[in-house]
């Protein structure tokens, strides 16, 4: 992840790391006891002060891994060192806590455990130094309360996880959340251009068909005739997919929400495919119990059911019941929508929705997709449970809604 990419993160950036480089400068030069002496703890202070300063003005050109580790390498080394030779300056400690709150800026989990090791391991090596080797005296606030002290610096490592757990917690989210609205866009730019595309190409392809038609009654061979009926059938199968997918790239100002009743929706639903089940001798039967209302769109309630009763009644063998049924339960309108037909296996259920599956010589594979964006619309839930050879039941459920 690219972090300083912006000019004005940039400019941010090099504004803190000067400050951070003439604070070591100060460091160095300001009243420095050891600037006299120039002894070798000095000349290590320098180089690795210096190191740092590169490895943190070089960062924003080369953000990889390398450059992060040597960075917060190097301000361990360079806390510890200024712990070390400055013994009389005892907030040197409360650095060593802190270091690994510096690798909480590049937002990089891995970076932030090995940097979390790395001063639990350094910290030891201090306290067994002090504790076992070092016999001048000369870290008497640790000496003297050692425990204390280590508590202190364990409390200290707990508050920099739980801010780097929070910080990145969120940090994921937020990426997540972009992530969702870059994809949602994209999709609705596509789906914008696909409808309109559609839309062009239906004009044509009614064109064709009506000079199909009017040709085919010119045909005399029973031969052609046929080529004739081949040909306006594949049209009439574009016809649908096209109408089907231009359904649901409706404007959004033309789908109202209010509140339905669920029976008339089913009523008016199964009267208008009753004639459709007669095709194959399936009669279709209603069932309503209780006040079934939803808030919801009617017109894409009733694509809902019309693309499932259909289904229903195209997987049904002749003279077989489709049953539909509604009742109010915990809340919930919850519609089926049952049929003896020929049944899913686990793979053909666990497909249904996806874009363009059909088992159907002339099916669109567009009807479940559409049931599904209209049912996760209105806060439902659809589930299918099937088994082949003896049916499916397709059940629904949607908020109730009390309207007295
Ligand atoms: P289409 O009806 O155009 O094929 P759908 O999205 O409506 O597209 O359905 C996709 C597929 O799911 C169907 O082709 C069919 O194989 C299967 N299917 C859907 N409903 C049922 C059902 N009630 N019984 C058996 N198979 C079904
Ligand atoms: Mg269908």
């Not at 917060?72 to 806590?97: D, G, H, K, Q, R």
């Not at 279709?284 to 079934?292: F, T």
Request: net charge neutral; aromatic share 12%.
């Amino acid at each position: 992840m690219k972090e300083i990419e912006s000019k004005l993160n940039k400019k941010i950036y090099y504004s803190i790391v000067w400050t951070v480089i003439a604070i070591i400068l100060t460091g160095l030069f300001a009243d420095n006891p050891r600037l006299n002496e120039f002894d070798l703890g000095y000349v290590f202070q320098l180089i690795t002060g210096f190191s740092l300063s590169v490895c943190l003005l070089l960062y924003p050109k080369k953000e990889t891994d390398l450059i992060r580790i040597c960075i917060i390498v190097l301000a361990s080394i360079y806390f510890y060192t200024l712990f070390l030779l400055y013994p009389e300056t005892s907030s040197n400690f409360i650095l060593l806590c802190f270091i690994p709150a510096l690798s909480i800026l590049f937002f990089n989990s891995k970076l932030f455990y090995f940097s979390l090791y790395l001063n639990a391991i350094l910290i030891l090596i201090l306290f067994t130094y002090v504790l076992c080797v070092s016999n001048d005296h000369a870290y008497v606030n640790l000496e003297l309360d050692l425990i204390g002290n280590f508590i202190n610096f364990i409390a200290s490592q707990v508050i920099v996880y739980f801010i780097f757990h929070l910080t990145n917690a969120r940090m994921k989210q937020q990426q997540i959340y972009y992530e969702q609205i870059q994809q949602s866009e994209r999709l609705k730019t596509s789906g914008q251009l696909a409808a309109a595309v559609a839309h062009e190409i239906r004009n044509p392809i009614t064109v064709v068909k009506g000079f199909l038609q009017l040709f085919r009654e010119e045909q005399t061979s029973l031969e052609r005739k046929r080529h004739f009926n081949l040909m306006i059938d594949e049209l009439n199968t574009a016809e649908q997919v096209i109408s089907q997918f231009l359904s649901m790239a409706k404007p959004e100002q033309e789908k109202i929400t209010e509140i339905v009743d669920v029976r008339e929706v089913l009523q008016s639903v199964t009267d208008l495919l009753h004639s459709y089940g007669l095709l194959h001798d399936n009669r279709i039967e209603l069932k309503v119990k209780g006040d079934c209302k939803t808030s919801a769109n009617i017109i894409e309630l009733k694509q809902l059911f019309i693309n499932l009763i259909k289904n229903a009644i195209e997987a049904s063998k002749i003279g077989d019941l489709v049953v539909v049924s509604a009742e109010v339960e915990n809340d919930f309108v919850i519609i089926k929508v049952i049929d003896r037909g020929r049944g899913m296996s686990e793979a053909e259920v666990a497909s249904l929705g996806t874009p363009f599956y059909s088992l159907k010589s002339k099916g669109t594979g567009l009807g479940l997709m559409i049931c599904y964006n209209i049912v996760e619309k209105y806060n439902g839930i659809i589930d299918f449970e099937s088994k082949q050879g003896e049916g499916t039941t397709a059940t629904i459920r949607f908020p109730a809604v009390n309207k007295n």
